[in-house]
């Protein structure tokens, strides 16, 4: 993610000084908060040619200091008879936001390129000295927004928030809001051209206006720093102070009501103790009402605490062993035709699901997903895998693709930071042994570690066998020096070999870490039956899964797996005719949720392993 703002300078995360050009933005807590929602139906213009942005010199209109009211930002309306303006947004096509483009019209359903989006809107009711930011949940690709036909910036990656303050730009009355949305794949974007999922174009999470005061709660952060002490940590960060301003932290269910003055740069520090806290875990997820106010603002959610931490080939929750019994999920919900997930509704019935397995974990793959899956993972009582797509071979020499990498990392540390849920930040997945890559990871690795010391890092890293016995599969990466979790994937007895490999392979994993194998599994076509030998059938799927969780059970170290994957998700690469279809078929479930064997095969193994551990 980038964001590029136009005359305005945003705080950098973690609350540092100002950039110009491409900058990354502060985290800021608006999903308490009431908004102005600006979902349902925007007018859509698609533009495959990108008319609309560029001169036929292809120069960019919006770089002229009078863009001409022929480019589609302007929203403009012929002045007289005589006036040539080639494009009329209310007579347009409608798309509804949140919302990808490619499953609302079938003539979009390939369609990779730019689609001009377009709202009016009346602003909210405000005081003259409030601000007003609007906030974006994501948007896929690349954004440039406007509003009035002015630009407010840039926004590239797919799966973050972004913010811009518009107050001094706001109209009362017949507000014009258009966001160029350009989904094109890049060899320097983060993912880059060749990826495993479907790219869905379009605002695919919600737009709204956060109307606050001249001084506000901009964000938080708390953890439970001291396991024996109980003892917890805090800090609030305030836009717009001076220092002095009085802030009050409070968890009335705990007994727990602190003040703390800002510093100049409008942070407030906080510690104290919590003796008789209940910690947040998947068989009890307590959350507590969480309160920070100011003189002139309020913020309020809900956490949980607990800590994650390993010891030698132990992973510890609250300082008791833990297995992760997973299951990856892709945000995709089709079971009704649609692709992205549009609302918490359809987040909480992919957990759901999840749940139905008898899971305790999800792999939120391969990039961050909605705040709302996080949310309800939080009371669901669901561990949290999160990673950014940093995906296969990215181009690790730019160092554009760097910035953007991390600028994905940091968005996605700031928003969730606070969801007790997450106990995993993923760096990559199965990417290339090389020095450059090595390089690459090694600083997103050293960024996480300052951004959050408080959760694991890992990535989903390959194996290979050893020359001289074919049947010892060894995991072994400098990258594993960085991680806490030994995580890979491996797909013996689909990609690799047969199903009787599976039972013939050792592992050789030199590392005093756990170990985690973030994917394994087979294409199977759900209602498709035949000799279990038989390949796309139920009956190969279920039995690889019999053998692969037997010899995952050797592993030394060996702390948890989240198989590939919850629900069968479209993907481009997968076009065999009357099996695939443009779905990867490797779900447990159909893409409509139906079980196959395999789901029955998985709860069973998770139910004997949630047994064991009683």
Same mark, same amino acid.
């Given at each position: 993610m980038r964001v590029r703002l136009t005359g305005l300078c945003p705080l950098l995360l973690l609350w540092s000084a100002c950039v110009p050009a491409f900058a990354t933005e502060a985290p800021m807590?608006?999903?308490?908060?009431?908004?102005?929602?600006?979902?349902?139906? &925007?007018?859509?213009?698609?533009?495959?040619?990108?008319?609309?942005?560029?001169?036929?010199?292809?120069?960019?209109?919006? =770089?002229?200091?009078?863009?001409?009211?022929?480019?589609?930002?302007?929203?403009?309306?012929?002045?007289?008879?005589?006036?040539?303006?080639?494009?009329?947004?209310? =007579?347009?096509?409608?798309? =509804?936001?949140?919302?990808? &483009?490619? /499953?609302?019209?079938?003539?979009?359903?390939?369609?990779?390129? /730019?689609?001009?989006y377009r709202k009016r809107f009346d602003a909210p009711a405000r005081r003259p000295s409030d601000r007003v930011f609007l906030e974006f949940g994501a948007a896929n690709y690349r954004a440039d927004v406007y509003l009035n036909g002015r630009k407010l910036g840039v926004h590239e990656g797919g799966f973050t928030p972004f913010r811009f303050e518009v107050g001094d730009r706001l109209q009362d009355r017949d507000n014009s809001l258009v966001v160029k949305v350009d989904n094109k794949r890049r060899a320097d974007g983060v993912p880059t051209l060749n990826t495993d999922w479907w790219n869905y174009g379009?605002? /695919? *999470?919600?737009?709204?206006?956060?109307?606050?005061?001249?001084?506000?709660?901009?964000?938080?952060?708390?953890?439970?720093?001291? +396991?024996e002490d109980r003892e917890v940590a805090a800090s609030v960060?305030?836009?717009?102070?001076?220092?002095?301003? @009085?802030? /009050?932290?409070?968890?009335?269910? %705990?007994?727990? *009501?602190?003040?703390?003055?800002?510093?100049?740069e409008g942070r407030a520090d906080f510690r104290f103790r919590v003796p008789d806290a209940q910690l947040w875990s998947p068989t009890d997820p307590r959350l507590y009402r969480l309160e920070i106010a100011t003189t002139d603002d309020t913020l309020a959610d809900r956490v949980g605490l607990r800590t994650i931490a390993t010891r030698g080939k =132990?992973? %510890?929750?609250?300082?008791?062993?833990?297995? +992760?019994? #997973?299951?990856?999920v892709h945000e995709e919900y089709s079971a009704d035709g649609g692709g992205r997930v549009r609302n918490a509704e359809e987040a909480k019935q992919l957990l759901l699901w999840a749940r139905q397995l008898d899971a305790n974990f999800v792999r939120l793959a391969h990039y961050p997903h909605n705040e709302h899956m996080v949310r309800l993972a939080d009371e669901l009582g669901l561990?949290? &895998?999160?990673?950014?797509?940093?995906?296969?071979?990215?181009?690790?020499?730019?160092?554009?693709?760097? *910035?953007?990498?991390?600028?994905?990392?940091?968005a996605m540390i700031g928003r969730d930071i606070n969801r007790a849920s997450v106990v995993v930040w993923s760096l990559a997945n199965e990417t290339p042994v090389s020095e450059p890559r090595n390089r690459f990871l090694s600083r997103l690795a050293a960024?996480?570690?300052?951004?959050? #010391?408080?959760? +694991?890092?890992?990535?989903?890293?390959? @194996?290979?066998?050893?020359?001289?016995?074919?049947?010892?599969?060894?995991?072994?990466?400098?990258?594993?020096?960085?991680?806490?979790?030994?995580?890979?994937?491996?797909?013996? #007895?689909?990609?690799?070999?047969? +199903?009787?490999?599976?039972? !013939?392979? !050792?592992?050789?994993?030199?590392?005093?870490?756990?170990?985690?194998?973030?994917?394994?599994?087979?294409?199977a076509g759900q209602g498709l039956h035949a000799d279990p030998g038989a390949i796309w059938t139920e009956e190969y799927q279920a039995d690889l899964y019999r053998r692969t969780l037997a010899m995952l059970d050797r592993i030394d170290g060996y702390v948890g797996t989240s198989p590939w994957i919850l629900a069968d998700f479209r993907s481009p690469?997968?076009?065999?005719?009357g099996v695939q279809d443009d779905y990867n078929r490797k779900g447990v479930l159909s893409e409509k949720g139906v079980p196959k064997q395999a789901a029955l095969v998985l709860r069973d193994y998770y139910r004997r392993k949630a047994d064991e551990a009683r």
């Amino acid at each position: 993610m980038r964001v590029r703002l136009t005359g305005l300078c945003p705080l950098l995360l973690l609350w540092s000084a100002c950039v110009p050009a491409f900058a990354t933005e502060a985290p800021m807590q608006v999903y308490t908060r009431a908004t102005h929602t600006l979902d349902r139906e &925007w007018k859509a213009i698609v533009d495959p040619y990108e008319n609309g942005y560029y001169d036929y010199r292809y120069q960019p209109f919006d =770089q002229r200091a009078e863009p001409p009211r022929g480019a589609y930002f302007m929203d403009a309306k012929p002045a007289s008879p005589t006036e040539l303006i080639e494009y009329d947004f209310d =007579q347009a096509m409608s798309l =509804q936001v949140p919302g990808d &483009w490619n /499953t609302q019209d079938p003539k979009l359903y390939y369609y990779e390129g /730019t689609v001009w989006y377009r709202k009016r809107f009346d602003a909210p009711a405000r005081r003259p000295s409030d601000r007003v930011f609007l906030e974006f949940g994501a948007a896929n690709y690349r954004a440039d927004v406007y509003l009035n036909g002015r630009k407010l910036g840039v926004h590239e990656g797919g799966f973050t928030p972004f913010r811009f303050e518009v107050g001094d730009r706001l109209q009362d009355r017949d507000n014009s809001l258009v966001v160029k949305v350009d989904n094109k794949r890049r060899a320097d974007g983060v993912p880059t051209l060749n990826t495993d999922w479907w790219n869905y174009g379009g605002i /695919t *999470r919600s737009v709204e206006l956060a109307v606050v005061p001249a001084v506000f709660v901009r964000d938080y952060r708390i953890a439970l720093e001291s +396991l024996e002490d109980r003892e917890v940590a805090a800090s609030v960060q305030l836009d717009g102070a001076r220092g002095g301003e @009085k802030v /009050t932290l409070s968890l009335p269910e %705990l007994g727990i *009501r602190e003040t703390a003055a800002a510093t100049a740069e409008g942070r407030a520090d906080f510690r104290f103790r919590v003796p008789d806290a209940q910690l947040w875990s998947p068989t009890d997820p307590r959350l507590y009402r969480l309160e920070i106010a100011t003189t002139d603002d309020t913020l309020a959610d809900r956490v949980g605490l607990r800590t994650i931490a390993t010891r030698g080939k =132990q992973l %510890l929750l609250n300082g008791e062993p833990l297995f +992760l019994r #997973g299951i990856s999920v892709h945000e995709e919900y089709s079971a009704d035709g649609g692709g992205r997930v549009r609302n918490a509704e359809e987040a909480k019935q992919l957990l759901l699901w999840a749940r139905q397995l008898d899971a305790n974990f999800v792999r939120l793959a391969h990039y961050p997903h909605n705040e709302h899956m996080v949310r309800l993972a939080d009371e669901l009582g669901l561990l949290v &895998w999160s990673e950014i797509p940093v995906y296969w071979t990215i181009d690790w020499n730019d160092e554009g693709t760097y *910035r953007n990498a991390q600028a994905q990392l940091e968005a996605m540390i700031g928003r969730d930071i606070n969801r007790a849920s997450v106990v995993v930040w993923s760096l990559a997945n199965e990417t290339p042994v090389s020095e450059p890559r090595n390089r690459f990871l090694s600083r997103l690795a050293a960024r996480a570690r300052a951004l959050d #010391g408080s959760r +694991l890092l890992s990535a989903a890293m390959e @194996k290979h066998y050893r020359e001289d016995d074919p049947d010892v599969a060894v995991v072994e990466d400098p990258l594993a020096e960085l991680v806490d979790l030994v995580s890979f994937n491996q797909y013996i #007895g689909w990609y690799d070999g047969s +199903l009787d490999k599976i039972d !013939r392979v !050792r592992w050789q994993i030199p590392y005093d870490k756990p170990v985690f194998v973030s994917e394994f599994g087979a294409d199977a076509g759900q209602g498709l039956h035949a000799d279990p030998g038989a390949i796309w059938t139920e009956e190969y799927q279920a039995d690889l899964y019999r053998r692969t969780l037997a010899m995952l059970d050797r592993i030394d170290g060996y702390v948890g797996t989240s198989p590939w994957i919850l629900a069968d998700f479209r993907s481009p690469r997968r076009v065999l005719p009357g099996v695939q279809d443009d779905y990867n078929r490797k779900g447990v479930l159909s893409e409509k949720g139906v079980p196959k064997q395999a789901a029955l095969v998985l709860r069973d193994y998770y139910r004997r392993k949630a047994d064991e551990a009683r």
